[in-house]
């Protein structure tokens, strides 16, 4: 009878650490050869030459302290500031991320300012006198910005990112991303200037070898304490008895292995684990795992004969052109990213697995992006030495208008395990950032640990807006 822990990302490992600080043993099962989840760091060799990119824009905030003092341990004199520069191209110019609306009234055609001022007002005053709904993405953004300067802002970029209108989306899924933020804060922000800690808008920690370096110091520490991580496996059964999880089957290098479990904590989606139970889960049960989408990513890495192409650490497009959504440079994240004389970029397309550009050749897809960063003004298709693609499925778990009812159903029925914890992104089927997987797998080990099941579902649910708050002061 083991502590069985599904997948190697940052709420398996963190799991995985804490069970070792306290003297106890696990068994991690990773799909992937390597660890890191959705916050991997890939490395690239090109003549002898070493290239390392993220899997995506991955810094480090959180507002709890103790996860900065966590990670400092861990990583000591890796763990540095990073001074952040994040920008969207609308419309053929770069505004701030997140916006700052006194640059873009500035900036932006006089009409379109004066319009974007009048919504604002008209939201403000139906706000106050009406108090409308907000069911959808939409509904929020609209009545948090008015729609000119919502649409500027948000609502194209958004509908780049999921693929479908902004009114298809729930209204939940703009509460979790953007709670706090509306315009008269941002304003607010803009015309008070100076005093306080710095925000980690401005600037953010990270480690010199990319994200994965927390991941990998976590491993490290868990297997000197007796942790087992096993990559390359594929979980194939999971037996109970209606009332706990009893046994983990799964397949590693053509073998069957069959194991028994005291606890499992599981950060695999949660709408597979639900169709891998034995005995069945309810019909119903499998329908709603089912029916529950998500988006996934064409991600182009790209190494270019230039010592540099942006000054950005990532960028968003939300208008097309280009098609894709988001870029990072990781070289302007630490520099040995890339070699002194040449820089690479990561590209990001969010699709459908099975569409078009999912399906495309990978000699395509890379002359496609070339041909757009080049018309973006980055480089030059001759500039190009090498490129490569990264497909990712389920990136992002999919909050359309009804998937709270179907998810219900899904943790309604999974809640009968005592011994289940269902911890990181995909395991709750909730798009967190990294420092809320982090503690849904730290918290999951403490219970086990105190004997006592801690409250996981709140976990991330702090009504303050995810880019807000202070700059953690190493010692």
Known sequence: MKQIIIGAGPAGLSTAYNFARHDMES??????????????????????????????????????????KMIE???????????????????????????????????V??????????DYANATVRNILVKPPRITFEDFVVLNFGRRLAQF?????????????????????????????????IVKKALIKGGGPRSMIDSFYYPKKGIQEIYDKMAEFATSKGARIEKEVAIKKITHDGSKITGIEYSKGGKLVNEGVQNLISSMPITEIVQILEPKAPERVIKAAKSLGYRDQVQV?????????????????????????????????????SPENKSSLLVEY?????????NMNDDLIIKKTMHE???????????????????TEKAYPMWDLTY?????????????FSNLYCVGRNGRYFYNNQDHSIETGLLAAQSIIDGKKYDLDNIGMENTYFEAGMLYKKK
């Open 404 to 416: 709270k009812q179907r998810l219900d159903v899904l943790t309604n029925h999974l809640k009968q």
């Open 73 to 107: 341990e861990l990583l000591g004199e890796d763990w540095v500031v990073v001074d952040r520069l994040t920008r969207q191209l609308i419309d053929g110019k770069y505004f701030n991320y997140p916006v700052d609306i006194v640059q873009a009234l500035r900036n």
């Open 350 to 358: 969010f699709v459908f697995k099975g569409d078009e550009l999912w």
């Open 109 to 118: 055609d006089p009409f379109i300012a004066i319009k974007m001022i009048l």
């Open 301 to 337: 890495f790209l190494i270019i004969n230039k010592p540099h192409l942006t000054k950005d650490t990532w960028l968003y497009f939300p208008t097309t052109p280009p098609t894709f959504g988001r870029a990072m440079e990781p070289k302007n994240w630490y520099p040995t990213m």
């Open 373 to 391: 960063i080049e018309w973006l003004g980055f480089a030059k298709t001759g500039d190009l030495l090498k490129g490569w693609i990264i497909r």
């Open 27 to 68: 068994l991690v099962l990773e799909k992937e050869a390597v660890i890191g989840g959705l916050a991997k760091t890939l490395e690239f060799k090109h003549d002898g030459e070493v290239y390392r990119t993220d899997a995506g824009p991955h810094r480090f905030f959180s507002l709890n302290p103790s996860l900065y």
């Open 153 to 185: 802002n948000l609502l194209n970029y958004t509908e780049k990112i999921w693929g479908i209108p902004c009114n298809k989306i729930a209204g939940s899924w703009a509460a979790q991303r953007i709670k706090g933020m509306n315009a008269f804060d």
